[in-house]
């Protein structure tokens, strides 16, 4: 199976503290992958190398091949890199190769195929539904001031391209008729779901997503496992952050355990489940959460 | 309660295009306003339509993207000054060079804030407010030798349209009313468009934003030298009423009477730059004393409105909602 993003010793550190410690694994094409762990274990942090919000401290995220995330070159190490120096030149060859050197912006991770939601939800609260998703197809399209100003048929076109777009996903996710309300007086579930459609919108090839099931109720849990199966089966990879054990088993075909930062097991369900590492760092939790409920 | 807040905000539908009537409506009101008054008067029009104009170019920067711009008189008189400067030394008739006093601040514009977008909310206020004050400072320093420093430039032949000298305080009413229609039809189309949804994205949440895909530093860029430029050509027009330039029309308080008209009448609304043009330029010159007293004045609107109505006078629909909604769901009791 090919691998559609490769982590290779991804870390990273935050002053002393080491929150992402050598991780290695691969995201096949077209499967759900689980990354759990206890609250702490690095696991956002990983996402947000993925999608270059942060830089890696050191190692790698590949996807499709390419480079995505590395440490940014120090000042030496781009004066003696060759194609720093002829980056600016505007020849494809080149540009291609700086590319795969340079540190990308979160923009252009998700221009190359990657979306992601976030685990405290992020949405343009004073904008529609409708408006919010229609962030999606930005990327791939053109329009700018001269089209806004004398909205030439091209332009009209592919405002009317977006908003069919968006309207499509809205539907996807089940959230046709809250077009017009404001994302911020959307319920709790709901919002959930929007923030899911508008990355879903970016048209990407792996989708990630940072606890979907965080605050929501069973039944609506249970949707949207649902939904996120039908996202898979449409041809998108997931990459699933959960943080509670039995969503990810529900769903997942594979998974990868953190605990302190660190891949304690990698595996299948039954592998996962009955692995003693990994039933140590959740039993530890539970009695934490128990000694805090005294 | 969820259920509750719904209910209490059910229009959340957006405001429809007003009708045609009420738009040509205004047009033949706007034309006919100044016919009645005297020259002082018209004059006092012709100001507020100039910061009218001012204010929508800084909505864009302030309302739509989000961007703090206490420096915008900066560019404001630059375009003033590239008009003045082509007309002084080229002959250039005045009306052909607003092209390029718009071109001119729009370059300022995007060399003095490309450094500088990286900053967030209450950083790039201050840094701003400086590059504002070093505008003011080269011009007062005369530092190209040709901007006539402190005395600024004078005798700037007046715009002549069709071999009509525009000399009359009327004439520059309409020839301001002819670019704040322009100004006013453009904003909207911005507005609902590609460009201007990005800018909203930007406000909202820019790290949301470039997670979509935008690229964030280019689109407040764009805000930024869009609005730079339209400042200029306020600029222009006003090279052109007054013949004289200073290069106290850069100054830190211009910036702030520009800022205020913006947050006053209700950030991101259109109406709401009329309405804070209204309250900062009109009423302190009809009411002379009050003009004395205008930095007073304008301290106690801006407490009493934000006490009163943090949405400002004639806020977007948007926003307004926004902040009613979150009144009402702090009001219901649990
Ligand atoms: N921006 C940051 N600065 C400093 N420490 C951080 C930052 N982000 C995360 N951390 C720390 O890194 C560790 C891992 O956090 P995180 O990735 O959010 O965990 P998870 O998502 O698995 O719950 C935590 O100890 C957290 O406090
Ligand atoms: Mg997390």
Known sequence: MMALLKIQNLTKQFGGLTAVDQVNFDVHQGEILGLIGPNGAGKTTIFNMITGIYPPTFGEVYFKDH???????????????PVWWLSWLPISAIRQQWNDVRTLRPHEITKRGIARTFQTIRLFNNLTALENVMAGP??????????????????????AYIVAEAKRYLKFMGLADYRDEL???????????????????????????????????????????????????????????????????????????????????????????????????????????????? | MTAMTNMNTTPTRLRKINPLWWQIGL???????????GDYYRTVLWRTGLYTILGLSLNIILGYAGLFQLGHAAF????????????????????????????????????????????????????????GEVVRLMLVNNLFGITGGANGLSRIARPVLFGLVLRQPIYHYYLMLLFLIITIFAIRRLENS???????????????????????????????????????LAGAL????????????AKFLESVIMFCIVVLGGTGSIP??????????????????????????????????????????WPSRRIQMEIHAEEAVATTPE
């Open chain 1, 67 to 81: 480079r995505i995330a590395h440490s940014p070159l120090t000042w030496r190490q781009r004066l003696s890199t």
């Open chain 1, 138 to 159: 930005h990327h791939r399209t053109q329009a700018g001031l001269w089209g806004a100003l004398f909205r030439p048929p091209t332009q009209q076109k592919e405002e």
């Open chain 1, 183 to 294: 994302a911020k007086n959307l319920p709790y579930g709901h919002q959930r779901r929007l923030e899911i459609a508008r990355a879903l919108a970016t048209e990407p090839a792996l989708i990630v997503l940072d606890e979907p099931g965080a605050g929501l109720n069973e039944q609506e849990s249970i949707e949207l496992m649902a939904l996120i199966h039908e996202i898979r089966n449409s041809g998108v990879t997931v990459l699933l952050i959960e943080h509670d054990m039995k969503v990810v088993m529900g769903i997942c075909e594979r998974i990868v355990v953190l605990d302190y930062g660190k891949k304690i097991a990698e595996g299948n369900r039954d592998e996962v489940q009955h692995n003693p590492r990994v039933i140590e760092a959740y039993l530890g939790e539970a009695e934490e959460e128990e000694s805090e409920e005294v």
């Open chain 2, 27 to 37: 047009v033949v009101v706007s034309i006919l306003l100044p016919l009645p008054l």
């Open chain 2, 76 to 131: 404001y008189a630059i375009g003033a000054y590239t008009a003045g400067l082509l007309n002084l030394h080229f002959g250039i008739p005045l009306l052909l060079t607003f092209p390029v006093a718009v071109i001119v601040s729009a370059f300022f514009g995007f060399i003095i804030t490309r450094p500088i977008l990286h900053l967030r909310g209450d950083y790039l206020c201050i840094v701003t407010i400086a590059f």
């Open chain 2, 194 to 232: 590609r460009l201007g949804r990005a800018w909203m994205y930007v406000r909202e949440d820019q790290v949301a934003a470039e997670a979509m895909g935008i690229d964030t530093t280019h689109v407040k860029l764009l805000a930024f030298v869009i609005g730079s430029g339209w400042a200029g």
């Open chain 2, 238 to 249: 006003y090279a052109g009423q007054l013949t004289v330039i200073a290069p106290d029309m």
């Open chain 2, 272 to 313: 709401g730059v009329f309405v804070g043009a209204f309250g900062m330029i009109t009423l302190p010159e009809i009411f002379r004393p009050l003009k004395d007293w205008r930095d007073a004045w304008l301290g106690f609107a801006m407490v009493a409105m934000m006490i009163l109505r943090p949405e400002g006078l």
